[in-house]
């Protein structure tokens, strides 16, 4: 009776995989979410996408939770424009737990057109694995983002162009409230044009904290970035940079003084650029 007794509890106090949480099951690929909920991947996928995406949410107001498991596209082609999680001008979304593995052009993607006013606000990727992709490993575009806890590695080689880890912005029209901390972006090479670790293409009193980055590797004499943060009033901290020993590398490069860099570990050959690092570096 008494081991009977410990069994039902240790069932009950087992966790749950997402899977058998409440969630809709996502069972084949290429998807689309359409409408606002939970949603779980539950098995591995693999996918031949030159062009398209493996998962498009076209809803506001989305969780997506892989819990663990790979979307993986097995194109070698790097002229194409596929995603392995996309939305365009969506709220509310979160993506997390997903391994996003392969030649996609950008891992995932979470777009704007930023000459406008801001469409995607409130939205978190968070706790991913992308390793492959050509062009950006993870791309969010609007305001009130957070990206945190991610592992980024081996982006590069989409033809004739850059190369990017995370790359954040926003509109200049209103708010473009950015968080990018705690993730780790290793082996960013183009071999065609420039490099950069974590880009922000512009950014409002956000912060870059606590973020690792090492191995960012342009074309020759092409120049390298840790971290290119376009915009005012930034705080980057807390971080690890560590490069190639490239003669055109930066560990750190802001627009302007406003934005402050301070508390980061630089292994670079410039350890940074117009940013306010009056308060010290190692």
Do not use: W
């Amino acid at each position: 009776m008494r081991i009977t007794s410990l069994l039902l509890a240790a069932v009950v106090l087992a966790p749950m995989s997402a899977a058998a949480e409440n969630c809709t099951p996502i069972s084949s690929l290429p998807a689309t979410i359409g409408t606002p909920g939970k949603y779980c991947l539950v098995a591995n996928h693999t996918v031949n996408l030159n062009a398209g995406n493996a998962i498009t949410i076209a809803s506001n107001d989305v969780t997506l939770d892989c819990d663990g498991h790979a979307i993986k596209n097995t194109s070698t082609a790097n002229n194409g424009s596929s995603a392995g999680i996309h939305a365009n001008s969506r709220n509310g979304i979160t993506v997390k737990n997903c391994r996003v593995m392969g030649g996609f052009t950008n891992g995932i993607d979470l777009f704007q057109i930023n000459s406008g006013a801001n469409t995607s606000y409130y939205s978190t990727i968070q706790d991913n694995y992308i390793a492959g992709p050509f062009l950006h490993g993870i791309r969010a575009y609007g305001s009130a983002l957070e990206i945190t806890g991610n592992r980024v590695y081996d982006i590069g080689g989409q033809a004739g162009t850059y190369a990017i880890g995370i790359r954040v912005g926003g509109s200049a029209n209103g708010f473009r409230l950015h968080v990018v901390r705690g993730n780790y972006v290793a082996g960013t090479n183009s071999p065609f044009s420039a490099a950069y670790g974590i880009f922000s293409d512009n950014s409002l009193v956000s912060a870059f904290l606590d973020n690792g980055i090492v191995g960012t590797s342009p074309a020759a004499g092409k120049p390298a970035y840790g971290m290119y943060i376009k915009g005012q009033h930034n705080r980057l901290a807390d971080n690890h940079i560590v490069g190639v020993g490239a003669p055109n590398e930066v560990g750190i490069h802001a627009d302007d003084a406003t934005s402050s860099c301070f508390d980061n570990y630089l292994r670079v050959t410039l350890n940074t650029r117009n940013c306010d690092a009056g308060l010290g570096n190692y």
